[in-house]
């Protein structure tokens, strides 16, 4: 048996006849020897199952000690690496600055508590007319009255001050990070060689945690909300990229001649033919920023941002769940109204309206005449009636006690029954499920996934899915990441268990459908700590607790997924399956989801995806796994030991999408869908 | 009659797609069979294209969808690189040229139609027309007039500040028609720009470019798929097939003496009267020996027809001068309008 699970799957695999005629046989072999190793393996090679503790590469430390190096030593002649990093913070602070003074803390003389202020900032009034205005030009009075609708509420929940800080920093990060995406795009549509360097920094970018770069970052760029603006410029930044690429690739053919036979020059075709011809999917990249620049709000709050996501994260650490709850809702309400803006937005440039032919200023531009109008009269008021200003605190209303007094009812009332529900959960299926995977040969679980790399994909896949487990068990996180990998996949089959008959239910019924539509449209805007709070209120905290959290995040796509398939399948299918006397139950399960199945993988592979993301911010809730070694590295500064644990986290996300990828795409080319 | 200028002219024009194709055309001396493209895993996209485009004519290319009729007329613009060759435009051979030359050239002597408009959907009609002439950098003024004579010529007057999207598809191609004319170019073009229209439209807009090429007296390369709109508007027809060009020569020659079975099969529903022009039916007459009604000898049978219904037994015929070059005899027609 010192034979190890690699060398044997060669024998077994290398005549391999067409994969999809001898796929079950092969299968089933490579199980049966996965299971075999598995069973009578240990007491002849330990190695295999425990990965030894002195072959450990110190990955971590070399990290740590490189990023030591970058910050004392590095230097490019006239100045260090850190003067230069510096810089960049001193610039960014300018924009950060004049945009927080506007909106939250007015302009001040001085610094620190001895600051005095010269300047008020905006009356909080005249925020929200510009935002109503700003509705109204968009899309109109039904906009106008929701985003102001949701502004309203964070003046009267008393949230106006944090919620402005944090819309300072949005303002800032969300057109740079559009800006950034759009550049990076272009320069990988334009040269292949950039493309070539940008894909898989791309797919890293994408599955690595973000406390993983919350270190360096802040190393870097010191604490503050010029840092928290970088580290959500680093998030942002890359679907930005991605979203620019596809829309510049989808531009057709016949424009890119067009440009050519006009003769633009390669600036010319750029700005003038491929930019505009793109700029209907480049405006859902604008909102996708925004929306993940929210996102981060919470997390970069541990770097300093402030605003709205310190209040949660401060909350959260005092467990009082009224005054998180209150501060979740508001990041709601923002997330709310920047989405419906920005959508509108993106609707509102790219189909251009007739043109405007009325003369005069005002005539011309009714909104930024209005709006002029009303910061004026409204900062002039201010100073008279100071309600005007700011929200007279008498009038806030909080519900912080009320949430409070719920939960507390909740638990009082409802304890044995909650708790009978979470330890039946973690005695019967948590607990046993991970102790199996602990139990896993590390060696062994590396060779079947290259087994199942090589049937789904190749020799490069196989590659792949046996590189980056070896990644895992050498930097020594092997343990770590079983019990990532046992969160995460228990996470994601409740997610997709719930998900996926919610979506066969719902796709059929365009009624429901339209229904669960916008509530899971509503989930996906919802920064993913929101889904923490509710869970740490009746649970508590432990794995059962964060299982909940990523269950709520992580449903959404499996429902989008599943109804989305079944509604795709071509309707004369269906037709054809009536004509031949099909029941509705034949029609669903032989017609419907036989061809959906794709589309429904994909959906389990999001979910995944989507798991894995949020497990990282269930730390904050004491789950034992990668997430939380990101979460220790961050608290103590520990550079090399959050990338590590980060990449390791990536691994298999990485692992996880490629092979359901795969798999899709095998089954789609079974079923003659390509 | 003197031979017309040669404009354009393609001599020896490959295409192949697959690696290292111009290293695989200059190892078989730039003539490669069939059998050895297939072989060395290349795809010959188009193959030995030797054609002459005159100065004023038009110049139509059809083929079905794969014969490289639209890869040719990418070729001429050098809008994809060819793999071997020589295109020569007044003399000048474009692969040849530096990039800026080229750019040169596009911007002040070409322009091209293309099948779905390629109108940009951020501009304005005016701006769409006025677009070359931005790019060249003339100034708002000057070029935005030249957009409005344009848009004035294909009949669009009025809807100068529409967007693309609300025009239908016969509008969009004439604003696709006015850009491409903006610069007033020494070679135009089509590339199949009817075929995403409705027959009617189609019809129309047919109609439509003959009277501006009546106005305009350009060059004009035309791109089809369609065989009635080739003979309906080529003075000169080259016939593709899969990359090859198998006969070219005016419709009549092609109409009467078809080169392969392939081009027959094309040929064989076609009105010969509506394609044989009165010249190839008449009899060589002196001035003054016929009397009678007379049509041009560009008109063709079916044209002339009509004018046998008084009961004239024969038409004669003159030529561009007016000068009587022929006689059309009554049982001539009547023949050739039987056989259909």
Redesign the interface.
């Known amino acids: 048996m010192a034979m190890s699970g690699a060398p044997l799957l060669k024998s077994d695999a290398a005549p391999a006849p067409p994969p999809s005629f001898r796929l079950p046989i092969a299968w089933v072999a490579a199980g049966a020897v996965f299971v075999l190793f598995w069973l009578y393996a240990k007491p002849v090679w330990p190695a295999a199952f425990e990965y030894p503790k002195t072959h450990v590469v110190k990955l971590a430390k070399w990290i740590s000690a490189a990023m030591k190096w970058l910050i004392d030593e590095a230097s490019f002649g006239l100045f260090s690496f850190t003067d230069f990093t510096r810089f960049v913070s001193a610039v960014l602070d300018v924009p950060y600055t004049l945009a927080a003074s506007l909106l939250s803390t007015g302009f001040l003389e001085g610094s620190g508590s001895s600051a005095i202020q010269i300047v008020p900032p905006l009356p909080c009034v005249a925020v929200i007319g510009l935002v109503m205005l700003l509705g109204h030009w968009l899309g109109g009075i039904s906009l106008a009255l929701l985003a102001g609708g949701c502004f309203l509420f964070l003046a009267v929940f008393g949230q106006w001050t944090s919620a402005m800080i944090t819309l300072a920093s949005i303002l800032v990060a969300a057109p740079l990070g559009v800006v950034f995406g759009l550049l990076f795009g272009i320069a990988a549509w334009r040269w292949r060689w950039v493309e070539r360097v940008i894909a898989p920094v791309l797919d890293l970018m994408q599955t690595i945690p973000v406390f993983a770069y919350l270190v360096p970052v802040l190393f870097l760029f010191g604490f503050g909300p010029t840092a928290a603006v970088i580290a959500t410029l680093i998030f942002a930044t890359p679907p930005m990229t991605r979203i620019a690429i596809l829309a510049l690739r989808a531009v057709?053919s016949?424009?890119i001649?067009?440009g050519?036979?006009?003769?633009?020059?390669d600036r010319?075709m750029t700005w003038?033919?491929m930019v505009?011809?793109a700029?209907e999917s480049l405006m859902v990249g604008m909102n996708q920023v925004i929306m993940l620049s929210l996102n981060m709000v919470i997390i970069a709050s541990m770097i300093g941002a402030g605003g709205l996501g310190f209040d949660v994260l401060a909350a959260l650490r005092r467990l009082d769940f009224g005054a998180g709850l209150e501060a979740g809702f508001a990041i709601v309400a923002l997330a709310i109204a920047m989405d419906r803006l920005s959508q509108a937005a993106a609707e509102k440039l790219?189909?251009?309206a007739?043109?405007n032919q009325t003369s005069g200023l005002v005539a011309r531009h009714p909104h930024l005449a209005a709006a002029l109008g009303l910061v004026l009269i409204t900062v002039v008021l201010g100073y008279a009636v100071p309600a005007i200003h700011t929200y007279p605190e008498a009038l806030q209303l909080s519900t912080g006690t009320f949430w409070s007094e719920v939960v507390a009812w909740i638990n009082i009332n409802y304890f044995d029954a909650l708790e009978a529900i979470k330890n039946t959960m973690l005695l019967n299926v948590l607990i046993p499920f991970k102790r199996f995977l602990g139990d896993l040969p590390w060696l062994g679980v590396t060779a079947f996934l290259g087994f199942a790399g090589y049937r789904l994909g190749g020799w490069r896949l196989a590659l792949l899915t046996v590189c980056l487990p070896l990644f895992i068990a050498v930097t020594g996180q092997w343990e770590k990441a079983m019990i990532t990998v046992y969160l995460c996949g228990i996470s994601a089959a409740i997610a997709a268990l719930i998900g996926v008959p919610i979506g066969i239910l719902s796709a059929t019924r365009d009624r429901i459908w339209s229904g669960v539509q916008v509530a899971i449209d509503t989930l996906q805007t919802l920064p993913s700590f929101v889904y923490l709070m509710p869970a740490v209120m009746l649970f508590r905290v432990g794995d059962f607790t964060a299982m909940i959290a990523v269950v709520a995040f992580a449903v959404a796509p499996a429902i989008r997924y599943t109804a989305l398939g079944i509604r795709k399948v071509d309707p004369r299918l269906i037709e054809a399956g009536r004509a031949m006397g099909c029941t509705e139950w034949q029609i669903l399960t032989r017609i419907r989801l036989k061809l959906a199945l794709p589309e429904i993988l994909l959906g389990l592979n999001q979910t995944i995806m989507f798991a894995l993301s949020m497990l990282v911010i269930t730390a904050l809730v004491g789950t034992r796994d990668l997430g939380q070694e990101v979460y220790i590295a961050l608290t103590k500064a520990d550079t090399g030991r959050g990338l590590v644990a980060g990449l390791s986290i990536a691994a298999i996300a990485i692992v996880a999408d490629r092979l359901i990828s795969a798999g899709a795409s095998h089954t789609r080319r079974r079923l003659g869908l390509e | 009659m003197t031979t017309p200028e040669a404009r354009l002219v393609c001599r020896n024009v490959w295409k192949l797609f697959g690696a290292d194709a111009a290293a695989f055309l200059a190892q078989h001396n730039g003539r490669p069979e069939a059998a050895a493209i297939a072989r060395a895993g290349l795809v010959g996209a188009v193959r030995r294209v030797d054609l002459d485009v005159h100065e004023g004519e038009i110049f139509v290319i059809m083929g079905l969808s794969g014969s490289g009729k639209s890869t040719l007329v990418r070729l001429m613009s050098r809008l994809i690189e060819p793999s071997g060759g020589d295109v020569l435009f007044k003399g000048e051979n474009l692969l040849k040229l530096s990039q800026s030359r080229m750019i040169e050239i596009r911007r002040h002597q070409m322009g091209m139609v293309f099948q779905h408009f390629a109108l940009l959907p951020h501009l304005t009609v005016l701006d769409n027309v006025a677009f070359p002439l931005d790019i060249q950098g003339m100034n708002r003024p000057a070029r935005e007039a030249r957009a409005r004579e344009m848009i004035d010529l294909v009949g669009l007057n009025g809807k100068e500040s529409a967007f693309p999207r609300q025009l239908s598809g016969g509008q969009q191609q004439r604003v696709g028609i006015a850009r491409s004319l903006a610069v007033e170019p020494e070679i135009w073009f089509l590339d199949e720009p009817f075929s995403a229209l409705d027959p009617l439209i189609r019809r129309e807009m047919q109609d439509e470019f003959m009277r501006l090429q009546t106005k305009l007296h350009k060059t004009i390369v035309f791109i089809t798929h369609d065989f009635d709109e080739a003979i309906r508007l080529a003075d000169r027809i080259a016939i593709m097939k899969d990359g090859e060009i198998v006969q070219a020569g005016t419709p009549e020659e092609i109409v009467l003496t078809p080169a392969t079975s392939y081009v027959a099969e094309f040929t064989k529903n076609v009105a010969r009267a509506k394609v044989i022009r009165t010249r190839s039916l008449m009899v060589p007459a002196d001035s003054g020996s016929v009397e009678g009604p007379v049509v041009s000898a560009r008109s063709t049978i079916a044209d002339a027809a009509p004018l046998f219904l008084d009961g004239v037994a024969h038409l004669g015929v003159t030529d561009d001068a007016g000068e009587l070059i022929g006689r059309l005899d009554r049982e001539t027609v009547v023949a050739l309008m039987l056989q259909g």
């Open positions: 057709p016949e424009i001649d067009l050519n036979m006009v003769g633009c020059t010319q003038r033919v505009p011809a700029r790219s189909a251009p007739a043109g």
